[in-house]
DNA sequence: AGCCTTTGACCAGCG
DNA sequence: TCGCTGGTCAAAGGC
């Protein structure tokens, strides 16, 4: 079974392939445990979802523990596995924590790349900003969802030694996977790591009792941000079928229609930028209407649709 | 040509 | 009120 590109980071994750099919050192397929590992996780999922569930708008996920049942599983299979856990049992939330630390014995650390993907869940992601958080060696990346009117972003953060420890969801997709759209550029998904039936967007935890780094430092008692908790329950307010994008077009068009009553000062002198210009010794202070361009960008989507 | 990443700024929230 | 921090924006440049 292949994962995603990314989790290979460095190449620590070595696969392990008998006569094309991989293997686990205890005889059986990876499809094999990981068929146990799914059914483990979702018993294991039920047991523990009335005491989590029902106070936690986001679960946390770890590929440690299916990890430490199954050594054998390489961390992207174990975190697909997650991926593949029957979303029946989970309570659907639009805002997710994956965690992604590996913690496998044999791995051995290389700084990501500069510039790599993160992940390659199936959607189309464009990096939007970056930011050094205090006390992570790493910069935690943001990305949004490039979707036409999909405004799903996620956080993505890497522990003080560059792995990925969370990629934290923000938003539904109201859209497909990208593959129906686009050809991976990373790589061919023919190889069946990409499900869109079986890997839902919304993943949520076997368990989280062994994540201690996420309940202890990132994901306090309940795992989300508050912001995240309030977007879920936005969508949870939602009928189906609506989306952040849809809010996020609403918002817009009622801001155009609301136009003008917010204070023109407020809206439109407002510097965003202080930009060194080549050639010019004086950084550029850019003082756009960003009205204007927001609006021409949602009358441009909308003739598109 | 178009998309994406990098980069450094602004802004808002919080203590 | 001020400083810190996280989140976002958009120009510039790379691919």
């Known amino acids: 079974m292949a994962f995603p590109q990314w989790m290979n980071v460095g190449g620590m994750f070595p696969s392990v392939e008998v006569c094309g099919i991989p293997q686990s050192p205890f005889g059986m397929s990876h499809q094999q445990a990981l068929a146990q590992v799914t059914a483990q996780a979702a018993l294991h999922a039920q047991s523990q979802m009335h005491m989590q569930a029902q106070y936690q708008p986001c679960l946390v996920t770890t590929?440690?523990?299916?990890?430490?049942?199954?050594?054998?599983?390489n961390p992207g299979e174990a975190l697909?596995?997650?991926?593949?856990m029957p979303p029946s049992t989970f309570d659907t939330q639009n805002s997710v924590v994956e965690a992604a630390e590996f913690s496998h014995s044999e791995r051995k650390y290389q700084p990501p790349p500069a510039g790599d993907k993160p992940t390659d869940d199936g959607y189309n992601w464009?990096?939007?900003?970056?930011?050094?958080?205090?006390?992570?060696?790493?910069?935690r990346?943001?990305?949004?969802?490039?979707?036409?009117?999909?405004s799903v972003k996620k956080k993505v953060e890497r522990s003080s030694d560059g792995q990925i420890t969370e990629i934290i969801y923000k938003g539904q997709h109201n859209h497909d996977r990208a593959q129906v759209n686009k050809l991976s550029k990373d790589g061919d998904d023919s190889n069946g790591s990409i499900h869109p039936q079986s890997k839902p967007e919304v993943v949520s935890q076997a368990h989280a009792g062994n994540a201690r780094k996420f309940t202890e430092k990132t994901l306090p008692a309940h795992s989300v941000t508050r912001k995240d908790q309030e977007s879920t329950?936005?969508?949870?307010?939602?009928?189906?079928?609506?989306?952040?994008?849809?809010?996020?077009?609403?918002?817009?068009?009622?801001?155009e229609e609301r136009g003008d009553d917010e204070p023109i000062?407020?809206?439109?002198?407002?510097?965003?930028?202080?930009k060194v210009v080549?050639?010019?010794?004086?950084?550029s202070s850019v003082i756009a209407n960003q009205?204007?361009?927001c609006f021409s960008k949602i009358i441009r989507e909308k003739e598109l649709l």
């Open 265 to 274: 000062p407020k809206r439109r002198w407002r510097k965003y930028g202080h």
């Open 80 to 84: 697909q596995q997650k991926h593949q």
């Open 126 to 139: 464009r990096k939007y900003g970056q930011k050094s958080i205090k006390g992570s060696e790493y910069p």
């Open 233 to 255: 329950k936005v969508d949870h307010s939602e009928p189906p079928g609506s989306s952040d994008n849809e809010e996020a077009g609403n918002a817009a068009v009622q801001d």
């Open 63 to 73: 590929t440690k523990d299916l990890l430490t049942q199954y050594p054998s599983l």
């Open 278 to 283: 080549k050639g010019n010794p004086h950084p």
């Open 141 to 150: 990346s943001y990305y949004k969802c490039t979707h036409l009117n999909c």
């Open 291 to 293: 009205d204007v361009n």
